[in-house]
T-cell receptor
Framework: DTGVSQDPRHKITKRGQNVTFRCDPISEHNRLYWYRQTLGQGPEFLTYFQNEAQLEKSRLLSDRFSAERPKGSFSTLEIQRTEQGDSAMYLC??????????FGPGTRLTVT | KQEVTQIPAALSVPEGENLVLNCSFTDSAIYNLQWFRQDPGKGLTSLLLIQSSQREQTSGRLNASLDKSSGRSTLYIAASQPGDSATYLCAAQNFGNEKLTFGTGTRLTIIP
């Protein structure tokens, strides 16, 4: 099965530390999306890429957040100077030409 | 701005019953609507996608309908089973915008 994969699955960090998450999309998919989900809520859009170009960023993506997709393959999401409010599930999805989005298992971040 | 609502937030149903989950959206200019399943602490599994030109989609015991004029979609589950217990999320994608706007989900419990 070559679905969307994310690494790590769980991350516990202390406030003020930097963290980086990785997402590997389905191989032929040219679109990659990042969402954030807090407990009891639906996922909220953060940003998306078409190949290596970052085309849209939500206002939720503060300047402490940065995402990259070098060479249009895997993507990384970095959070600098983490805060307790960053604790959430970070979900990655991919699609072919913006059609159906397929999600990965997510990375659960806990900031202590 | 698209807003998606799912009511009720939780639903318990005896095994074997048929049930309907509801999803409403405020902006009828949707490109497609997706239904997802989420198990506790896990990522999202895509169940059905309905394009704006379609009225319904079926997969096994699942049937999803779309009525753009009333801003509603329903997910019908036939002959419910304990394994159907999960949170069900709907998400709308608008024309010209690739992000998905999610509802907060309905947590479904099937009672054996």
């Amino acid at each position: 099965d070559t679905g969307v994969s994310q690494d790590p699955r769980h991350k516990i960090t202390k406030r003020g530390q930097n963290v980086t998450f990785r997402c590997d999309p389905i191989s032929e998919h040219n679109r990659l999306y990042w969402y954030r989900q807090t407990l009891g809520q639906g996922p909220e859009f953060l940003t998306y890429f078409q190949n290596e170009a970052q085309l849209e960023k939500s206002r939720l993506l503060s300047d402490r957040f940065s995402a990259e997709r070098p060479k249009g393959s895997f993507s990384t999401l970095e959070i600098q100077r983490t805060e307790q409010g960053d604790s959430a599930m970070y979900l990655c999805a991919s699609s072919l030409n913006g059609y159906e989005q397929y999600f990965g298992p997510g990375t659960r971040l806990t900031v202590t | 701005k698209q807003e998606v609502t799912q009511i009720p937030a939780a639903l318990s149903v005896p095994e074997g019953e048929n049930l309907v989950l509801n999803c409403s959206f405020t902006d009828s200019a949707i490109y497609n609507l997706q239904w997802f399943r989420q198990d506790p602490g896990k990522g999202l599994t895509s169940l059905l996608l309905i394009q704006s030109s379609q009225r319904e989609q079926t997969s096994g015991r699942l049937n999803a309908s779309l009525d753009k004029s009333s801003g509603r979609s329903t997910l019908y589950i036939a002959a419910s089973q304990p394994g159907d217990s999960a949170t069900y999320l709907c998400a709308a994608q608008n024309f010209g915008n690739e992000k998905l706007t999610f509802g907060t989900g309905t947590r479904l419990t099937i009672i054996p």
